[in-house]
């Protein structure tokens, strides 16, 4: 099968050995998200539902890039640092995702990446069979 690799570019990319997105056959999965926006900016310091759409809307570019839209995701995990707002994150999550009710899981890790981050999203998505 055909492998796709999709890059943003991020520096952590070729240091840690990971590509944004590998789509293999009609399945894609989405790394690991946050909301950092092109300049490397944290946007929603202090506010979980900006993050969660701004990690959304980062996603849909990518998979547009693979042929697929956010009605191709199956699956999404949700971590956050705080499970108290997951009526906050599922509102954010809803507003998109309302429709086409993928599998989801959300939990509480102790801490992502940077202290600003308070939530992280991973996708998969499986394109239509041909």
């Known amino acids: 099968m055909n492998r796709i690799n999709i890059s943003t570019g991020a520096k952590w990319e070729d240091i840690v050995g990971y590509s944004r997105a ?3 056959g009609n399945l894609i999965e989405v790394t690991g998200t946050v909301a950092t926006d092109n300049s490397g900016e944290i946007v929603g310091k ?3 539902y900006i ?3 701004f990690i959304i809307l980062k996603v849909e570019k990518v998979l547009e890039q693979l042929g697929a ?3 191709h995701v ?3 995990r949700i971590f956050t640092t705080d499970i108290s707002q997951w009526e906050t ?3 954010a999550h809803g507003e998109f995702f309302g429709e086409i009710k993928p599998c989801t899981t959300m939990v509480e890790v ?3 990446i940077d202290k ?3 939530v992280e999203i991973e996708f998969t998505a499986m394109l239509d069979d041909k």
């Open 22 to 24: 590998v789509k293999v």
């Open 46 to 48: 202090n506010d979980i």
């Open 51 to 53: 993050q969660t759409k």
């Open 69 to 71: 839209k956010l009605n």
């Open 74 to 76: 199956i699956r999404t």
């Open 89 to 91: 994150i599922g509102k």
């Open 110 to 112: 102790r801490a992502l």
């Open 116 to 118: 600003d981050y308070l």
